[in-house]
Nanobody
């Protein structure tokens, strides 16, 4: 069974930094793309950043220049380095991955980790 487990959330003052981690475990053949999403109370879930197996990245306009997504293939882990945090970054951040499992492509989600930015 494939699992995604996030860590690294917490409370930080505006202007501060946090680094989120998402570790994939279980039996799967390969990673196609892994993403970070976030959802703030009363708002739609939005894609924050994504990284392909080849290392190509994309970011939401609201986080460009402040957030960096990276991956450690040896550890099956992706990271989201978040700098210059703003109160509007407060949300539950969830890891998402498209993985090739048993010849099919599956869509997997972690449970999420809370990020709170105090003004």
């Amino acid at each position: 069974q494939v699992q995604l487990v996030e860590s690294g959330g917490g409370l930080v003052q505006a202007g501060g930094s946090l680094r989120l981690s998402c570790a994939a475990s279980g039996r799967y053949f390969s990673t196609i793309v892994m993403n970070w999403y976030r959802q703030a109370p009363g708002k739609e879930r939005e894609l924050v950043a994504g990284i392909t197996s080849g290392g190509r990245t994309n970011y939401a306009d609201s986080v460009k220049g402040r957030f960096t997504i990276s991956r450690d293939n040896a550890k099956n882990t992706i990271y989201l380095q978040m700098n210059s945090l703003k109160p509007e970054d407060t949300a539950v951040y969830s890891c998402n991955a498209y993985l090739r499992v048993d010849g099919t492509i599956g869509d997997y989600w972690g449970r999420g980790t809370q990020v709170t930015v105090a003004s």
